[in-house]
C-alpha cells in the first residue's frame, strides 16, 4: 500500500481533505496532532515544534538556528518512521519537503482561490478586503521563504507534485475521492527499491536528530546502514569533532558504518585569526 | 507449474548472473542465466518461466521491453527489474507496465531471495526462504 502526502496553501483545508481522503481508503492519519507526541518522546515543547513549522529562526523569539533545525528533524525522523508502516496520508508535518525520490509516495498540492480566501478571512475579522489580501500575500511570501530556508525548496512548484488540485473548481470531497483513486495506480505501489528508499531517508533523518542534539551544521546521507555525514570544523577539531560524530551516530539503530566528512570552518577561522 | 520454481535470469554483466544463480538454487529454484537478451526472449518464445529477473539497461533491447514481450506471451509470469540506474520515474514506469518488483543494484542475494519468495506466494507456490543474514 501506498502513503499520501497532502501539501496546501490552505491549512484547514489541508487536514479536511487528509482526514477524509484517509477515511475513504482506511489508511493511518498523520497531521500536526503527532507534534505532542513528539515533543513528549525529545522532552521539548510541542508550541516550539509548531512554531519551527511555521517560523524562520529568530533568536528574539528564542529559537536560535540550532534548535530550530534540531525541532525540524525531530520531526522528520518522527513521520519517516510512521510512513515506513505504509497506508499512512500525511499533512501539515512538511513532509511534501523532505520525502522526495520515494515512488510509492502521492504527493498532492491543494491550491485555492485566493479572493474566496481573502474574502472569508475580511469577513471572519472584520476587516476589509484589501487589509485581507495583503495578510495572505505577507503570509505567502513568509511561507516560500520558510520552505527554502529549511529545506532550500519551493512548495509552490507544481512539479513537486504528482497531483494538483484547484478548490476553485473541484470541492474537497470530490478532491479527496480523486485522491483516494489515483493512489490505486499500479505506479505508486510500494517495491523493494522505493522501501529501501524510504528506510535509507529514515535512517538519515534518525542520525540527523541524534548529531544535532548536540551540534550544528550536520548533513547525513545514508544507504543499506552506511552513513555519510558532512559538517564543519577548525582545522584544530577535525580529529576530534570525527570521533563524536562516528560514536553518536554509531549508537543508531541500523547504523553499520559511519564516514564524516569534515569541511573547513573558514569563517570561524577567519574570525579566530583576527582575535 | 512444476514444483519447483522456473526462473529466467537475464544480465548483460557475467558476474550477476554467476552469483545470483547458486543463490536461487539454494532456495530450490530452477535458474537458467542468459547474458543476451534476444537470446532471452527465443527461450521465453519456447518456454514459460514462472519468474523472470531482468537487468533494465542493456544493449539491444531494454528491460523494460522485455517486461512489456514476457507479459504479452506470459500473462501470470512475475517480472523482477533490476538496475543500477534505479531512479523514481524508471520505478514507477516498471511497475505501471506491471513488473512484480524492482531492486536497485548493487543488492544482497538475500533481497532477491526475499522478493522470489513474495513472488513465489503471490504464484500460489510458496518455497521456505529464511534469510542468511547479510552476506
Redesign the interface.
Known amino acids: 500500500m501506498s502513503i499520501i502526502i497532502i501539501s496546501a496553501d490552505d491549512r484547514a483545508a489541508e487536514g479536511q481533505i487528509g482526514g477524509r481522503t484517509a477515511e475513504i481508503l482506511g489508511y493511518g492519519r498523520l497531521g500536526p496532532e503527532l507534534l505532542q507526541e513528539i515533543a513528549a518522546k525529545y522532552g521539548v515543547e510541542e508550541g516550539k515544534l509548531a512554531e519551527a513549522l511555521e517560523r524562520e529562526p529568530s533568536l528574539l523569539r528564542g529559537m536560535p538556528p540550532k534548535k530550530w533545525y534540531y525541532y525540524l528533524s525531530c520531526i522528520e525522523a518522527e513521520v519517516l518512521e510512521r510512513l515506513a508502516a505504509d497506508k499512512m496520508v500525511c499533512w501539515s508535518l512538511a513532509a511534501h519537503l523532505y520525502v522526495l525520490?520515494?515512488?510509492h509516495a502521492l504527493r498532492v498540492r491543494i491550491i485555492s482561490d485566493i479572493e474566496q480566501r481573502a474574502a472569508a478571512l475580511a469577513e471572519e475579522n472584520g476587516i476589509s478586503l484589501q487589509r485581507a489580501q495583503k495578510i495572505l500575500a505577507k503570509q505567502q511570501r513568509q511561507r516560500v521563504q520558510w520552505c527554502q530556508t529549511a529545506y532550500g525548496q519551493d512548495e509552490t512548484d507544481p512539479a513537486l507534485y504528482d497531483l494538483v488540485i484547484n478548490l476553485g473548481q473541484i470541492d474537497p470531497d470530490e478532491a479527496a475521492a480523486t485522491i483516494a483513486k489515483a493512489v490505486g495506480?499500479?505506479?505508486?505501489?510500494p517495491?523493494?527499491?522505493?522501501r529501501?528508499c524510504l528506510a535509507n531517508l529514515l535512517l538519515a533523518a534518525k542520525v540527523k536528530t541524534r548529531l544535532l542534539e548536540t551540534m550544528s551544521d550536520i548533513h547525513v546521507q545514508s544507504r543499506d546502514g552506511r552513513v555519510v555525514v558532512t559538517t564543519k570544523a577548525l582545522k584544530r577539531d577535525k580529529q576530534k569533532k570525527t570521533l563524536a560524530i562516528k560514536e553518536l551516530a554509531g549508537s543508531v539503530e541500523g547504523v553499520d558504518f559511519v564516514e564524516v566528512h569534515i569541511n573547513n570552518d573558514i569563517f570561524s577561522e577567519a574570525a579566530q585569526s583576527l582575535r | 507449474m512444476s514444483e519447483r520454481l522456473d526462473i529466467l535470469l537475464l544480465d548483460d554483466e557475467p558476474i550477476v548472473g554467476k552469483r545470483l544463480k547458486p543463490a536461487l538454487e539454494k532456495i530450490g529454484c530452477r535458474v537458467e542465466v542468459f547474458e543476451n537478451p534476444v537470446e532471452a526472449m527465443a527461450r521465453l518464445e519456447k518456454k514459460k518461466f514462472d519468474i523472470v529477473v531482468t537487468d533494465i539497461r542493456m544493449d539491444e533491447m531494454d528491460g523494460l521491453q522485455v517486461l512489456e514481450r514476457v507479459l504479452d506471451k506470459w500473462p501470470e509470469t512475475k517480472v523482477i527489474m533490476i538496475t543500477g540506474y534505479a531512479m523514481m520515474a524508471l520505478a514507477r514506469e516498471s511497475m505501471e507496465k506491471g513488473a512484480f518488483d524492482f531492486i536497485a543494484k548493487p543488492f544482497r542475494p538475500d533481497d532477491l531471495r526475499r522478493v522470489i519468495a513474495k513472488a513465489a506466494k503471490a504464484l500460489g507456490s510458496p518455497i521456505d526462504f529464511t534469510p542468511a543474514g547479510r552476506a
Open positions: 525520490g520515494i515512488s495506480y499500479r505506479k505508486f505501489e517495491m523493494t527499491y522505493s529501501k
